[in-house]
């Protein structure tokens, strides 16, 4: 019986039947969730020492947000060798026996580089996904109009997680990248890094009306899930939602859908943005007229570091090497605690912030 389970057996049976698309079974009796971790850009050819210290946190859940392997390829049998790869880190297969997990991919380990709606080989890249991370035959991921996007709702009545993960690339129309960007410290040039104190990318906003990074049949889906009751929304995206300025892949490249965002999260007061893919941590925030500030924590990666993008909404960052995300949840003083951790597990930068 569910009352007989340990906190963690309880958190665990809800994620498998998460992961069996059952997440409505969950029991009644479930302690509410109070941590999860996440993280994103791990090359499966790499050592993973970071697992060691994800697993001493002892999150109730993990969310992968992306670049969970660096498939890079249009062959699915190589795409599926790498899955392997991950799979056969014995970090990994620590976390995978003790903590729920649920997944979204970015462009990595959908497609190339940057890719979007123009993959040629995508139904072959969700085949790949939804087998390594056990989605059921009959799962919706597999076969949905719009891609892999999916939401779960954790917790008891008026202390629900829900947590939504759109999918960034299925639908992803063209980016806009005109010739002749201006040279800043930092810049990619002919496939390399200029280092200096920020990087300046190669994409600007479109000024195409027909641009989406989701589509309309995820609009339609996204629209319904923010109507569900939830005490705490985290909405998990595998690129930077409220940065701004760093010209590389973000939500701000297509102001249509990222006003459309921001006009859906209205002035809701327990909306808490996740995001990876940029490797390094960070967190961001975005002022509102008539509401608290909009928090995003960015963590990446869990192999990666790279050089800082600008981000005019920086309040603090972490680009020392590879990290992982922590959010606390304190139901009783109804806030939540954000932390960038470092290969260390220390808590490089935080943020607590409150939701009502």
């Known amino acids: 019986m569910t009352s007989q389970l340990t906190r963690r057996d309880a958190l665990l049976t809800a994620g498998a039947a998460l992961l069996l698309g059952q997440a409505h079974a969950q029991a009644p009796e479930i302690a509410p969730l109070t ?24 999150p109730e859940l993990f969310v992968f947000l992306g670049d969970n392997i660096y498939g890079d390829t249009h062959d699915p049998g190589e795409l599926r060798s790498k899955y392997a790869a991950l799979g056969a880190k014995p970090g990994f297969q620590k976390l995978k026996a003790s903590t729920p997990m649920l997944a979204m991919w970015d462009d990595h380990d959908y497609g190339k580089n940057d890719s979007g709606v123009e993959h040629p080989t995508k139904d072959d890249s969700r085949a790949a996904f939804c ?42 129309t063209k980016l806009r990248r005109p010739g002749g960007f201006p040279l800043v410290a930092g810049t990619w040039i002919a ?71 921001q006009k859906l999260i209205g002035d809701a007061t327990n909306v808490v943005l996740l995001s990876g893919d940029v490797h390094y941590g960070e967190i961001s925030k975005t002022d509102r007229a008539n509401a608290p500030p909009l928090w995003e924590l960015t963590s990446s990666g869990l ?42 597990g220390d808590a490089k930068i935080s943020q607590r912030i409150a939701f009502a």
């Open 35 to 58: 941590r999860l971790a996440f993280g994103a850009c791990a090359r499966q050819n790499k050592d993973q020492p970071i697992w060691n210290e994800v697993l001493k946190v002892a």
């Open 131 to 172: 087998d390594f991370w056990e989605e059921p035959a009959d799962g919706l991921r597999r076969t949905q109009e719009g891609g892999i996007f999916t939401s779960t709702m954790i917790g008891p009545p008026g202390q629900e997680v829900q947590i939504i993960l759109p999918d960034l690339r299925w639908n992803r």
């Open 191 to 261: 496939g390399q890094i200029v280092r200096g104190v920020e990087v300046k990318g190669p994409y600007r906003r479109s000024r195409d009306d027909a641009a989406t990074m989701i589509g309309e049949a995820q609009w339609a889906w996204l629209e319904a899930e923010f109507q569900k009751p939830a005490a705490l929304r985290i909405f998990g995206s595998s690129l930077q939602v409220v940065a701004e300025g760093s010209g590389w892949e973000a939500w701000e490249n297509f102001p249509k859908d990222s006003a459309r965002l």
């Open 303 to 344: 192999t990666e570091s790279g050089p800082l993008l600008i981000n005019s909404r920086r309040v603090s960052v972490y680009d020392k090497g590879p990290n992982f995300g922590v959010v606390d949840i304190d139901w009783t003083a109804r806030t939540v605690q954000l932390d960038v951790r470092g290969a260390n």
